[in-house]
T-cell receptor, first 115, second 116 residues
């Protein structure tokens, strides 16, 4: 059974700092990996999706990398801003056989960026 | 990106009543929709997966008679919580996926259900 771990559960950094959020998963046979952002009381916003054949994806100040063989992904946030404060969730598709592929989520990292 | 809406965003109901939550894909056809439940400070728990026109596939431990899911069209899925109890109070989130090869899922804004 796929398990996704995100450590630490919470992180507080000063504004402007570059930071790395880590995600690990137990079964390397994944189809893709997604990073999401969730604000309190809100749904999920997809940040980046990395296919299993890819090593990284970039969007603005965000860069996500994937090392499938070691079961790890990182989300790099450059020059953090108070508006980046949210919970960041990592999720993997563990079944690539078709229509009922499922996302397995980590518990998320709650990030607080101090002005 | 693709947009998924949910209605209502918040609902309060009395114990024993039923509540329906709608999930719509606004600008794409969702061949598959998913319903999740999220407890405070916990990760999302997949409740069921539904393909348009087919019966939903429920995850282990989820009561299919209590959580009725209908996916009658490519843009609409509904979750009905029947005979709601206070322990059903939670944040329910739907997501939708099109037929593209990326299998990217798009999430709705969630519905906060409170059962009194």
């Amino acid at each position: 059974k796929q398990e996704v771990t995100q450590i630490p559960a919470a992180l507080s950094v000063p504004e402007g700092e570059n930071l790395v959020l880590n995600c690990s998963f137990t079964d390397s046979a994944i189809y893709n990996l997604q990073w999401f952002r969730q604000d309190p009381g809100k749904g999920l916003t997809s940040l980046l999706l990395i296919q299993s054949s890819q090593r990284e994806q970039t969007s603005g100040r965000l860069n996500a990398s994937l090392d499938k063989s070691s079961g790890r992904s990182t989300l790099y946030i450059a020059a953090s801003q108070p508006g980046d404060s949210a919970t960041y969730l990592c999720a993997v598709y563990g079944d690539y056989t078709g229509a009922n592929s499922k996302l397995t989520f980590g518990k998320g990292i709650t990030l607080s960026v101090r002005p | 990106g693709a947009v998924v809406s949910q209605h209502p965003s918040r609902v309060i109901c009395k114990s024993g009543t039923s509540v329906k939550i709608e999930c719509r894909s606004l600008d794409f056809q969702a061949t598959t929709m998913f319903w999740y439940r999220q407890f405070p400070k916990k990760s999302l728990m997949l409740m069921a997966t539904s393909n348009e026109g087919s019966k939903a596939t429920y995850e282990q431990g989820v009561e299919k008679d209590k959580f009725l899911i209908n996916h009658a069209s490519l843009t609409l899925s509904t979750l009905t919580v029947t005979s709601a109890h206070p322990e059903d109070s939670s944040f329910y989130i739907c997501s939708a996926r099109g037929s593209g090869i990326s299998y990217e899922q798009y999430f709705g804004p969630g519905t906060r259900l409170t059962v009194t």
